[in-house]
């Protein structure tokens, strides 16, 4: 029987080889600059305790991180998927690395998305680069964008009898956590909204969980 994915929210994965680049150097600058504020530019004030940079990659206080070889291979990825894309025209487009955060076990950053619109650009995908991921780091759990709040007695019944730990299921599930692994980067569609919560311990003092974000701009001219 023909299966048809209908209003789908599809996500993109590769593994960026960690000798293409200078992982070790761009950890060690990251770790330095945890240990100069395990709370660099809070995001949210009330919610989230990353070490964030986001929006001061001047800052003095800390080291500027080195992304010129990471935005090769994220070029290069990102054309890739905009080649893939079923396109009645291509766009101009553009990429930029918005953030990079450092945390430990008890850090977490509250649930958001990355839509924005400034001018004539718009914010239609985002990336997530997983530089380091250990199996017993919290992953990204990503929110469901479907309202099931007129249906929620017939989900709860469908749901005692699917296998809801199969993604093809994850239609009816509220949150989604995709399987990743360390050097992993993903596209997803900008109005997923998603969290990092903070429950996992610490194996060593340099047990940090670091991801870079990129997202991804349309022109709408």
């Known amino acids: 029987m023909e299966k048809i994915d209908l209003f789908t929210s599809s996500m993109w994965k590769k593994r960026i080889d960690p ?3 200078d992982k070790d150097s761009f950890i060690s600058d ?7 504020d395990p709370f660099r530019n809070e995001w949210d004030k009330n919610a ?23 935005m090769r291979i994220y070029g ?5 998927f905009i080649s893939q894309l ?19 076990g008890g850090q977490y950053m509250n649930a958001h998305d990355h839509i924005y ?15 380091t991921f250990k199996e017993h780091q919290s992953n990204t759990i ?22 809801m730990n199969d993604i093809r299921n994850s ?21 997923l909204r998603h969290k990092v919560e903070g429950n996992w311990k610490e194996k060593s003092p340099d047990d940090f969980r670091i991801t870079s974000v990129v997202n991804i701009d349309f022109c709408e001219d």
Not at 30 to 36: D, G, P, S, V
């Open 19 to 21: 000798l293409e680049w």
């Open 30 to 36: 990251i770790a330095e600059n945890y240990r100069r």
């Open 48 to 70: 989230s305790t990353f070490h964030h940079c986001y929006g001061d990659w001047n800052n003095p206080k800390f080291i500027n991180y080195d992304t010129e070889k990471l």
């Open 76 to 80: 290069s990825l990102i054309n890739e």
């Open 86 to 104: 079923p396109l009645k025209q291509k766009p101009i487009y553009r990429y930029m690395v918005v953030n990079v955060t450092a945390n430990k």
């Open 117 to 131: 619109k400034e001018k004539n650009w718009s914010c239609v995908y985002s990336c997530i680069h997983y530089v």
């Open 142 to 163: 990503f929110y469901n964008p479907a309202s099931f709040n007129h249906c929620a007695n017939t989900i709860s019944c469908l749901t005692k009898f699917l296998d």
């Open 171 to 191: 239609e009816y599930a509220e949150t989604y956590t995709v399987p990743t692994k360390e050097d992993d980067f993903i596209i997803f569609p900008s109005y």
